[in-house]
C-alpha cells in the first residue's frame, strides 16, 4: 500500500512538474509574439520612415513631370485647332478654375509680337497695338482685315509664337527633370527604384 501511495505522490508530481512546464512554455511563447510583433512593428516603422526619405528625392522629379504633361496636353491643342477656337477647347479639354486661357494665349502672342517689332523690326509697331487692344480670339482676323495686303498669313505667325513658347517649356520642363533625374543618381539610386518607392508611398498607381 505505501509503494502504491508513493507511486501516486510521485505521478502527481509529474504531472504538476508537467503544468508547470507548459505555463512556462506558453509564457515564453507569448512572450517571443510580443518581442516578434514589437521588431516587425518596428521594422515596418524604419521601412515607412526610409521610403518617405526616399519619395522624397523624387518629388521634385514628379511635379515636374506632372507640368510636363500638362504642357504637352496644351501642344497638341494648339497644333490640332485653328487660332479661335484654341482657348475653348484648351477650356473644354484641361477645365482650370484658376487658369484663363484667353488673357495667357494673349499675353505669350504680344510678347512674341513685340520681339518682331522692337528685336526683328519685322512687323509695325501699329500691329503690336492691335493685338493689345483685340481679344485672343480674333487677333488673326483683325490683322488680316487691318492689313490686307500682307504678304504673309497672320494665322500662321500668332500660331508660330505660342508653338515656340511651349516648344520651350516643354524643353525646359525636361531640362528639369534630367536635372532632378542626375541627382539620384549622384546620391547612388536608380531614378526607376526611386519613382517605384514613390508611386507606392503617395499610393499612385
Known amino acids: 500500500m505505501a509503494d502504491e501511495n508513493q507511486k501516486l505522490y510521485i505521478e502527481m508530481q509529474m504531472d504538476e512538474l508537467k503544468e508547470s512546464l507548459e505555463s512556462e512554455e506558453d509564457a515564453l511563447q507569448a512572450i517571443n509574439e510580443a518581442r516578434i510583433a514589437q521588431l516587425k512593428a518596428t521594422a515596418a516603422k524604419n521601412n515607412r520612415e526610409k521610403n518617405a526619405e526616399l519619395a522624397k528625392l523624387y518629388e521634385n522629379a514628379a511635379e515636374y513631370e506632372k507640368e510636363l504633361e500638362g504642357f504637352e496636353k496644351e501642344l497638341e491643342i494648339i497644333n490640332a485647332n485653328k487660332l479661335k477656337d484654341i482657348s475653348n477647347v484648351l477650356a473644354q479639354m484641361l477645365p482650370d478654375d484658376e487658369r484663363n486661357y484667353p488673357q495667357e494665349l494673349k499675353a505669350v502672342v504680344v510678347a512674341g509680337w513685340t520681339e518682331f ?61 534630367e536635372e532632378e533625374i542626375e541627382e ?11 519613382k517605384r518607392i514613390y508611386k507606392e508611398f503617395h499610393g499612385i498607381t
Open 184 to 194: 539620384i543618381y549622384i546620391a547612388g539610386l536608380k531614378p526607376s527604384f526611386v
Open 117 to 177: 517689332v522692337e528685336m526683328d523690326k519685322a512687323h509695325p509697331v501699329e500691329q503690336l497695338e492691335i493685338i493689345k487692344e483685340t481679344d485672343f480670339e480674333d487677333i488673326a482676323e483683325k490683322l488680316s482685315a487691318t492689313y490686307p495686303d500682307y504678304e504673309g498669313d497672320f494665322e500662321t505667325n500668332v500660331k508660330n509664337i505660342l508653338l515656340k513658347r511651349w516648344d520651350n517649356l516643354i524643353a525646359i520642363k525636361k531640362e528639369h527633370i
